[in-house]
């Protein structure tokens, strides 16, 4: 057979010459009938290359070749880049004479449909997303089975080409909001992109702030309620997690728990999560700041027990601080990579161990340690990982200011995080909707839960052209 470099008239020796030193290619012959046939065997399933591809070529005759080619899973291709880009895709290729066809049996390995374990509930769905996009699609359609569910397939990474798929609901997402994310996608110009947090960082309007911008999750019914809210859904194949736009600061406050029980404890619960954002960013830095310049501020009786448990403390608040809020995380991320019988051990053991050794040493205070303890344990309560993260890394700010300028310094801190959160955009939308500019029929779901039958309306982020979702009265 004659080898072909031409891209339009593609050839057995010029597709096996592509894949040169790819030992995982397979390359089988059925010489009766003079077809070969070209794949990856872990892309492709067993069961359906056999059923729809070996076992009809093998009972067929040369003559009748031509009819079952014919049949429409057949696909007839002329350009041998698209005959590469198939195979890689999971397709066989049939080289018969002198045509090619291409038959879908993709089918790759991929773990099993389980619970999220960053995103753990006590009631709901325990279903979560995995790496294969087709599967986390499925899972999206079995919830939404609706027409209006639309799906659109890009690539994204110049070497890698990796599947992303883009889900809205026609009639509820604002179609601006869909051409802008699609047009931020294509003009990412990189070799490889392997998870959705690594895409979102190419694509959102202020890289360089330390907030996240894109809400991402792991849960199928997350992912549902932000596309009937009328936002626009990201899956990235490889990825167990989707991204969703435009997002705010508050859905990163909020758990799916607040909406599977009653409204009352759904507001509870999302009102000690402010207060547990309070403590996070300030408790710490508030000891600092009153021990180093306001003692005035501290009641006598708790002044004199502060006094002598300061007393043997060589280093200044600040540096006393600094040193065991480097030690928690130092613990956090220690369990965080070890296996995680062995993490939780060593958060626990070594938080205890350390911190009593540290106070018989004389190195901090019994204040500081609770101080620190309850700052840690209030940063769990913020349901999402990445923005419990940026609250830890802003907590080392305002610890540094309050060490420095006192309370003055703290007031500085919070006002420019206010003032940088007040710029923020995702989508081109206020980052602090419904807050500025303000939709006081939307607090009903921000700062408390509200009933149902009063959340009628869809979020005012999304500009939504159908606001209304529900119209079910008290």
């Not at 096996?16 to 059925?30: E, G, Q, W």
């Not at 790759?108 to 699609?137: K, W």
């Not at 626009?232 to 990825?239: A, E």
């Not at 500085?412 to 500025?436: D, Q, R, V």
Request: aromatic share 8%; charged share 20%; hydrophobic share 45%.
């Amino acid at each position: 057979m004659t080898v072909s470099n031409s891209t339009n008239n593609p050839s057995l020796q010029h597709t096996l010459d592509s894949f040169n030193d790819c030992i995982d290619l397979i390359h089988r012959t059925l010489p009766d009938i003079h077809v070969h046939l070209v794949y990856f065997d872990h892309l492709v399933g067993s069961d359906a290359l056999y059923r729809d591809i070996i076992n009809p070529l093998t009972q067929a005759k040369e003559y009748e070749l031509q009819s079952l080619f014919k049949k429409s899973q057949y696909q007839l291709t002329t350009d041998s880049i698209a005959v590469i880009q198939g195979i890689l895709n999971g397709q066989v290729a049939i080289f018969h004479k002198e045509n090619v066809y291409l038959l879908d049996a993709y089918k790759p390995e991929a773990r099993s449909i389980d619970q999220s374990e960053t995103e753990s509930v006590i009631t709901g769905p325990h279903d979560a997303f995995v790496e294969l996009a087709t599967s986390n699609i499925s899972l999206i359609r079995r919830r939404v089975k609706s027409s209006r569910l639309k799906v659109l397939k890009l690539a994204v990474g110049e070497v890698t080409k990796t599947d992303l798929y883009i889900l809205y609901i026609d009639g509820i997402a604002n179609m601006d909001y869909v051409r802008d994310l699609i047009k931020r996608i294509e003009l990412i110009e990189v070799d490889a992109i392997l998870d959705g947090h690594m895409l979102i960082q190419y694509i959102d309007d202020s890289p360089n702030s330390i907030f996240p911008l894109f809400s991402v999750s792991e849960r199928t019914d997350t992912a549902v309620s932000k596309l009937a809210g009328g936002k626009i859904i990201g899956i990235l194949d490889g990825s167990p997690s989707v991204f969703s736009a435009p997002s705010s600061f508050f859905e990163f406050l909020a758990s799916p728990d607040d909406y599977y029980q009653r409204w009352l404890l759904g507001t509870a619960t999302r009102l000690l999560r402010f207060a547990a954002l309070v403590i996070t960013l300030t408790f710490t830095a508030l000891y600092v700041s009153v021990t180093t310049f306001h003692y005035e501020m501290i009641p006598e009786d708790l002044l004199l027990t502060l006094t002598e448990s300061r007393s043997r403390v060589p280093f200044p608040p600040l540096y006393e601080a600094l040193l065991m809020e480097v030690t928690i995380e130092l613990l956090r991320e220690a369990g965080a990579r070890l296996p995680s019988k062995i993490g939780q051990t060593i958060g626990i053991v070594g938080g205890i161990v350390i911190g009593q050794a540290a106070v018989q040493a004389g190195l901090t205070s019994n204040v500081l340690i609770i101080a620190v303890a309850s700052s840690a344990i209030a940063s769990f309560v913020i349901p999402s990982y990445v923005m419990s993260a940026s609250i830890r890394l802003i907590r080392f700010g305002l610890i540094i200011l309050a060490g420095t300028l006192g309370d003055l310094g703290i007031a500085m801190g919070i006002a420019y995080i206010i003032i940088h959160l007040s710029g923020l955009t995702s989508l081109n939308t206020s980052y602090i909707t419904p807050i500025a500019p303000s939709y006081f029929k939307d607090w009903r779901d921000v700062f408390i839960r509200a009933p149902f039958w009063a959340m009628r309306d869809r979020p005012s982020q999304s500009n939504t052209p159908n606001k209304v979702k529900m119209k079910q009265k008290k």
